[in-house]
């Protein structure tokens, strides 16, 4: 999937100096090809376990969408539970 559909995308969209972060928890994701394959194509902008940048231990990984999620489900519970 990175080699047939993540590489070319980033290569016709113009997007070589983006960084890739990883969720470096699960075995497949640190296997050795795995991570010599993504530190060839994102050189020093790799984040993940085992690369350049190490994933930080109890990191709280939460993108914009977990946010936004976390924000909505609280409104949506607060206001059933007002009257």
């Given amino acids: 999937m990175i080699t047939d559909i993540l590489i070319p ?3 016709d969209n113009g ?7 990883q969720n470096g928890g699960t ?3 640190t296997a050795r090809t795995m991570i010599n394959l993504l530190r060839l194509w994102f050189l ?3 984040i993940s376990k085992y690369s350049d940048f190490d994933w930080p231990l109890r990191s709280p990984d939460l993108t914009p969408s977990d946010y936004f999620l976390r924000g909505y489900l609280k409104s949506r519970f607060s206001r059933s539970h007002e009257s």
């Fill in 27 to 29: 075995t497949a994701h």
């Fill in 15 to 21: 997007m070589n100096d983006d960084w890739f972060q």
């Fill in 44 to 46: 020093g902008r790799l």
């Fill in 9 to 11: 995308f980033l290569t």
